[in-house]
């Protein structure tokens, strides 16, 4: 019955003689890096930008509020500022959904162009693998079988 040293012994043996270039799981894995790189920054430059367009949307808004809530000597002065403030608010929506489309548009453009070349970049990296794998596996089948003669 075969003990458990022998069994390890055997298993290292077997695993020594496929062999095995890592280089390709490194360079696979960096390239998979670099992609999640480039997407976490095209996620945080749209977050920033998206940020900043919030963030001045409220500003003129909360500045357009201050019409709106000062005293009028009469009551159609109200609604005029009322009338005003949906008119300025209107235009005020209609930028900011135009700059936010603008936002959305540009990651969609940069996630497709990094994809694209992220396919590339994984296509040439298995092609190569595959090839020296090949090139090993018939490598090891030669020596194997000239071994057996």
Known sequence: M???????KMMQEMMASF??????????????????????????EAAEKSTEISAKWT???I???????????EPTDYSKAMT??????????????????????KVQMETVEL???????????????MKKATTDATSAAKKASAAAK
Do not use: I, W
Request: hydrophobic share 45%; charged share 25%.
């Open 115 to 129: 994809m694209l070349a992220a396919g590339k970049d994984f296509s040439e990296d298995t092609t190569a693998a």
């Open 19 to 44: 062999p095995m270039d890592t280089t390709s799981l490194q360079d696979a894995f960096k390239t998979s890096a670099l992609l999640g790189e480039k997407m976490s920054k095209v996620a945080l």
């Open 59 to 61: 500003k003129e808004t």
């Open 2 to 8: 075969a003990t458990p040293n022998d069994m390890t």
């Open 84 to 105: 005003d403030f949906a008119s300025s608010q209107a235009e005020m929506v209609a930028e900011t959904m135009a700059a936010f489309a603008e936002v959305a548009k």
């Open 63 to 73: 500045s357009k509020m201050g019409e709106v809530a000062t005293v009028k000597e």
